[in-house]
């Protein structure tokens, strides 16, 4: 089984397949591995490849190249969706990842909802399936995730955040209603990333944590627009990772309601004990990334020997990269589990 191709690996492990070992991935989004390192190596650089097509598949190609990780993962921040949506963004540099420079809306009741389509129309959107495309035709064995900001976290980044959570509880009505709106535009932007050779779809929505909703909210906003889109997904024949952040102590229920193939955690998440207890999820992670940032090779060696010998499912980061995280932790933790 060691003739497998990468995009096969991944494949099978949403399938439920047996594999030779786990991937090692990172997915982009939230989880960008477009670290300084490799960008200064290669002189493909951000902040100009999240508008340039060219320059981001080549930013895509290159963290594959040396990192190790055996995917293609676009786009490399959190921004896109409440750009469409009329968010002022900061883009960052080479050294900070794009930002949301101020909300479009105070508070929900404010929010004006734009036609579907208005994804199709945005300059980035475009630059991003481009990437998709052409990453997907040069590399067919290589897998293209396409990633997302999840339904919470991008209504947040609409709405003024303070006042967007205090209306979860007090203006339910209007906050299922934007939060749909948002969902509605996020299928269009998944829609078009599949459309152009997006393999997967990777969703990241740290703002949907237990800790910032409960489980109460947690249920009744994250779970059921996550689902939304990931219905919508599978509807187009497309396996999805869901990344949730935080502590999942108050939520962790919740989680197996969740219909993605993938759940990903943060590193304070022991996924061999997440695994025994609810044995029908397929686990992913969850490398410290503190660790690969500042820890010393022993630790990131053990703790992804650890993670590969517990039997999770694909090995990734935890969470968010830092930008100056060194490239030999990366190689270390990619190395560990490629010769697994």
Do not use: W
Not at 40 to 47: D, E, V
Not at 63 to 81: A, D, L, R, S, Y
């Amino acid at each position: 089984m060691n003739d497998l191709t990468q995009k096969d690996r991944i494949q099978r492990i949403f399938k439920k397949q047996t594999v030779d070992r786990p991937p090692i991935i990172c997915p982009g989004g939230m989880m960008n591995s477009a670290i300084v390192e490799v960008m200064n190596k290669t002189g493909h650089k951000l902040p100009q490849g999240h508008h340039d097509s060219k320059i981001m598949a080549e930013i895509a190609k290159d963290v594959h190249q040396n990192t190790g990780f055996e995917n293609f993962g676009i786009p490399f921040c959190m921004t896109v969706e409440a750009e469409v949506l009329g968010s002022e963004i900061n883009y960052g540099n080479l050294f900070c990842e794009p930002k949301i420079q101020k909300e479009v809306f105070a508070t929900t009741s404010d929010v004006i909802f734009k036609e579907l389509g208005a994804m199709e129309k945005n300059q980035r959107v475009n630059s991003i399936i481009e990437a998709t495309y052409v990453l997907s035709k040069k590399y067919p064995d290589i897998p293209v995730i396409g990633s997302l900001t999840g339904p919470i976290s991008t209504s947040a980044s609409l709405v003024n955040p303070i006042s967007f959570l205090k209306e979860l509880r007090k203006n339910p009505s209007i906050a299922h209603s934007v939060i749909n709106y948002v969902s509605n535009h996020i299928i269009e932007l998944a829609k078009l990333m599949i459309e152009n050779g997006a393999n997967v779809i990777s969703i990241a929505d740290p703002t949907a944590t237990g800790e910032i909703l409960g489980p109460k909210m947690f249920d009744e906003y994250a779970v059921r627009y996550l689902n939304k889109i990931i219905n919508a997904v599978h509807a187009m024949n497309t396996p999805v990772i869901v990344h949730i952040c935080g502590k999942m102590s108050a939520v962790k229920k919740y989680i197996p309601m969740i219909k993605s193939d993938a759940i990903s955690t943060d590193s304070s998440i022991n996924l061999k004990l997440l695994k025994q207890e609810y044995p029908g999820l397929t686990t992913m992670g969850n490398v410290s990334t503190y660790l690969l940032e500042f820890g010393d090779e022993e630790k990131i060696a053990n703790q992804t020997a650890r993670l590969v010998n517990d039997g999770i499912n694909i090995i990734s980061p935890a969470c968010g990269l830092s930008t100056s995280t060194p490239l030999k932790n990366i190689e270390l933790m990619t190395k560990i589990v490629r010769e697994s």
